[in-house]
T-cell receptor, first 115, second 114 residues
Framework: RKEVEQDPGPFNVPEGATVAFNCTYSNSASQSFFWYRQDCRKEPKLLMSVYSSGNEDGRFTAQLNRASQYISLLIRDSKLSDSATYHCVVKLPGVSGGGADGLTFGKGTHLIIQP | DVKVTQSSRYLVKRTGEKVFLECVQDMDHENMFWYRQDPGLGLRLIYFSYDVKMKEKGDIPEGYSVSREKKERFSLILESASTNQTSMYLC?????????????FGPGTRLTVL
């Protein structure tokens, strides 16, 4: 498996600021892309999938550039509750043929929103 | 709501012991996964299973084995625990097809090997 690389953290930003996470992946066969969020001492949870057309969910916008093998996540008007670790995640084609394959996680970027 | 449970939140074992980590999901998902999470390394896939009695190696299978005798249960086995297996172990499950390929994680087991 190839790596997924993310911005090193931690990011310390004031409440209300816009935060941008960037991620690159090295395997061009990667077929699905996600951002997962993990709160302190909790399990990761899907934040949003990432599509080539870009997708938005409230204050969160995700973008995928397949040609550059680049994924981004933008958080606008950041809140204290956005403090967490954000994982860039890639799925490779399923080896089993059944669509199942593990996810490849980046190392995660820790975000701290300060009041 | 999908629920993935793991048998223990915290576990302390001694070097050389055989360790079983159990994971159960209640949503009839075909696919189950075991990851470990270490500071500075992120989550890494150990093994996964896409059907009962089926298993596939992930990125770091060495020192581990798995068992999937029932659809809802996926066990991770450390045949002879070593100190470098001290880690947070996370189980996950998913269903195919399930856009957007969401994996649902359990709360994790923090294993310490002395």
């Amino acid at each position: 498996r190839k790596e997924v690389e993310q911005d090193p953290g931690p990011f310390n930003v004031p409440e209300g600021a816009t935060v941008a996470f960037n991620c690159t992946y090295s395997n061009s066969a990667s077929q699905s892309f996600f951002w997962y969020r993990q709160d302190c001492r909790k399990e990761p949870k899907l934040l949003m999938s990432v599509y080539s057309s870009g997708n938005e969910d409230g204050r969160f916008t995700a973008q995928l550039n397949r040609a550059s093998q680049y994924i981004s996540l933008l958080i606008r008007d950041s809140k204290l509750s956005d403090s967490a670790t954000y994982h860039c995640v890639v799925k490779l084609p399923g080896v089993s043929g059944g669509g199942a394959d593990g996810l490849t996680f980046g190392k995660g970027t820790h975000l701290i929103i300060q009041p | 709501d999908v629920k993935v449970t793991q048998s223990s939140r915290y576990l302390v074992k001694r070097t050389g012991e055989k360790v079983f980590l159990e994971c159960v999901q209640d949503m009839d998902h075909e696919n189950m996964f075991w990851y470990r999470q270490d500071p500075g390394l992120g989550l890494r896939l150990i093994y996964f299973s896409y059907d009962v009695k089926m298993k596939e190696k992930g990125d770091i299978p060495e020192g581990y084995s798995v068992s999937r005798e029932k659809k809802e249960r996926f066990s991770l086995i450390l045949e002879s625990a070593s100190t470098n297996q001290t880690s947070m172990y996370l189980c996950a499950s998913s269903v195919t097809p399930d856009p957007p390929d969401t994996q649902y994680f359990g709360p994790g087991t923090r294993l310490t090997v002395l």
